[in-house]
């Protein structure tokens, strides 16, 4: 069965770079989460989308901006790295209609992302 | 935002004992669901619990919510050498659709 694809699965950056993460969900899953977990630390909800519009937003940066495409794919943009971005990112997918708001979620196998 | 909370936070067992991890939460939820994540990896649905039920089973999995002490237990029986991974509970709550995750509990389980 499909999964949730993420690319990159490691991305090595700069402070004050710029850098994209992506998320392919599960086919007719119809809403994504991106979650960032620091090392050692639980996920933190940053923010999801429901039929391509943002449905909710946590404790995502302004300095962070993520959208969902027309085939469902969602990237997360990160600028102005910060020593502090370094974590694990994960994506994850929901079929909302299927699971009722249940919220049951695939994650995809994350993003390492760097910043030195 | 709500997390869910774990105690204790690492467990180490012997292969063929039971792992007992528990969760507590602050406001009313929708549900409860836990999670495996090997290290590094991404995490895995394990089991969901509704407000409205008591208790639930899943293979070796059992779990356990208390509403009136918004709390929950995860019981591994007969754990084996797979099952070292870290376990997190999330609440779903009413109003918004994401999953708020508490902090893990490592477990280790020794062959």
């Known amino acids: 069965a499909a999964g949730v694809i993420q690319s990159p699965r490691h991305l090595i950056k700069e402070k004050r770079e710029t850098a994209t993460l992506k998320c392919y969900p599960i086919?007719?899953?119809?809403?994504v989460y991106w979650y960032q977990q620091g090392p050692g630390q639980d996920p933190q909800f940053l923010i999801s989308f429901y039929e391509k519009m943002q449905s909710d937003k946590g404790s995502i940066p302004d300095r962070f901006s993520a959208q969902q495409f027309s085939d469902y794919h969602s990237e997360l943009n990160m600028s102005s790295l910060e020593l502090g971005d370094s974590a694990l990112y994960f994506c994850a997918s929901t079929d909302r209609g299927r699971f009722s708001g249940a919220n049951v979620l695939t994650f995809g196998a994350g993003s390492r992302l760097t910043v030195l | 935002s709500q997390q869910g909370e774990e105690d204790p936070q690492a467990l180490s067992i012997q292969e063929g004992e039971n792992a007992t991890m528990n969760c507590s939460y602050k406001?009313?939820?929708?549900?409860l669901q836990w999670y495996r994540q090997n290290s590094g990896r991404g995490l895995v649905h394990l089991i969901l619990i509704r407000s409205n039920e008591r208790e639930k089973h899943s293979g070796r999995l059992r779990v356990t919510l208390d509403t009136s002490k918004k709390s929950s237990s995860l019981l591994i029986t007969a754990s084996r050498a797979a099952d070292t991974a870290s376990y997190f509970c999330?609440?779903?709550?009413?109003?918004?659709?994401?999953?708020?995750f508490g902090k893990g509990n490592q477990v280790v389980v020794i062959p």
């Open positions: 999330a609440t779903a709550h009413y109003g918004n659709n994401r999953l708020a």
């Open positions: 406001t009313s939820i929708n549900n």
């Open positions: 086919p007719r899953h119809d809403t």
